[in-house]
């Protein structure tokens, strides 16, 4: 039998999760560049870092921008392969021009990339709040990703539009240490 705790919490996150859908639509197709201005003017990717970006579903703020940015200045690029469920990502290196296969759930990953280990992970969420918590699409990926990478640095990458006053968060919910937007970077917890 699960828990009424349990219950209520997902039922909290569902909420969560809707509200913050119906939050970015409509957010301009220029909010990836203000992003990756943020992003590279707070110097949060430190150089000669793997940086692990994603393709982006519908919806969600475009990294292109951003990730054409870091290859000018000489980063290495991964892009996320999405496992069978109950297991973290793996990430597989990318350049502009690799062939992309078709993933799970909409996603796009290197057809033929080797398997990387990033020094920062920029995460894709549906709702975030300034003490660092991260609602995604429910599958706990980037949780056990980030668990099993200690030593990477996370970035959080959204709207503006998909900030909340409060993420409803479970204990294996990874809190994010820095969250970048088009509006600026928002360094979470006590670094608020």
């Not at 994603?54 to 951003?66: A, N, S």
């Not at 290495?76 to 062939?99: I, K, N, S, V, Y």
């Amino acid at each position: 039998m699960v828990a009424p705790h349990f219950l209520q919490l997902d039922a909290a996150k569902r909420a969560a999760r809707n509200a913050a859908r119906a939050a970015r639509l409509g957010n301009p197709l220029a909010a990836g560049r203000a992003l990756a201005d943020h992003v590279l003017a707070a110097g949060l990717v430190p150089p000669g870092a793997c940086v692990a970006g994603i393709w982006p579903l519908p919806g969600e703020v475009d990294l292109r921008p951003l990730m054409d940015a870091l290859l000018a200045r000489g980063h290495a690029l991964a892009l996320p392969f999405t496992p069978a469920r109950g297991l973290p990502l793996e990430f597989r290196a990318w350049a502009l021009g690799d062939a992309l296969a078709d993933g799970p759930m909409g996603t796009r990953y290197p057809s033929h990339g080797v398997v990387v280990v990033p020094d920062v992970v920029l995460v894709p969420l549906l709702a975030f709040d300034r003490a660092g918590g991260r609602l995604g699409y429910g599958g706990g990926y980037y949780d056990r990703t980030l668990a099993g990478l200690p030593d990477a640095h996370a970035i959080g990458v959204a709207f503006a539009s998909q900030e909340m006053p409060e993420v409803p968060m479970g204990p294996h919910d990874w809190r994010l240490p820095v969250v970048a937007t088009e509006a600026g970077v928002i360094r979470c917890g006590t670094g608020a």
